[in-house]
């Protein structure tokens, strides 16, 4: 049971290249979540999904988009990076019932645009 | 606007000295309440949530409706307690969380 796994760890872009951010997870979550942590910022939320096939915007989500087509998977795109981006990026999942049980956390990507 | 705060963004002790770690919250109604640690370079770690009255690695939190706050503490703070830490909210129906922008405990031996 390896919980939320993010792939790569590391990556360092050119402003205007793409790439997409690896998610998935094993505990048959329905509810998915990303979140970019800035320095003194806390985390804000992007994208989210509550099962497969459902996406919504959180915080955040200009330059960013997201697709859900099975429950274990929650890739996050960027089509155009610019340095704004740079960010160390979480995703999170969660099972439905009650609020108290928290989210599991993937182990991040740290994203350098120049 | 809802809002979790923290208002201490650096929080410097020593080696067994109590430590607080300040959170208020600006939501309406039943709040649902977390505290998460993120230990250098990490994933973000659950540490305590409100509704257990729990009390992990020695912190526990209290929640105080009429102060609108959720403070952590612990009454002797160890040098691997030096750390992120994040107060955060759950509302909504889809269990979204809001955090506040974290404080960074250091604890000097």
Redesign the interface.
């Known amino acids: 049971n390896a919980g939320v796994t993010q792939t790569p760890k590391f990556r360092i872009l050119k402003i205007g290249q793409s790439m997409t951010l690896q998610c998935a997870q094993d505990m048959n979550h329905n509810?998915m979540?990303w979140?970019r942590q800035d320095p003194?910022?806390?985390?804000?939320?992007i994208y989210?999904s509550?099962g497969a096939g459902i996406t919504?915007k959180?915080e955040v989500p200009n330059g960013y988009n997201v697709s859900r087509s099975t429950t274990e998977d929650f890739p996050l795109r960027l089509e155009l990076a610019a340095p704004s981006q740079t960010s160390v990026y979480?995703c999170?999942s969660?099972s439905?019932g009650p609020?108290?049980?928290?989210?599991t956390?993937?182990?991040?990507t740290r994203l350098t645009v120049v | 606007a809802q809002r979790v705060t923290q208002p201490e963004?650096l929080l410097s002790v020593f080696k067994g000295a109590p430590v607080e770690l300040k959170c208020n919250y600006s939501y309406s109604g039943s709040p649902?309440l977390?505290w998460?640690v993120q230990y250098s370079r990490?994933?973000?770690?659950?540490l305590l949530?409100?509704?257990?009255r729990e009390s992990i690695k020695g912190f526990t939190a209290d929640l105080n409706k009429g102060e609108t706050s959720f403070h952590l503490k612990k009454p002797f703070a160890q040098e691997e307690d030096s750390a992120m830490y994040?107060c955060a909210y759950?509302g909504g129906s889809?269990?979204?969380?809001?955090?506040?922008?974290?404080t960074l405990l250091t604890v000097n031996p």
């Open positions: 509810y979540y979140y003194g910022m806390g985390l804000k939320l989210y509550v919504d959180g979480f999170a969660k439905p609020r108290d049980y928290g989210y956390f993937g182990s991040g | 963004k649902e977390f998460y990490q994933r973000l770690q659950l949530r409100h509704i257990s994040y759950c889809n269990y979204k969380l809001t955090f506040g922008k974290g």
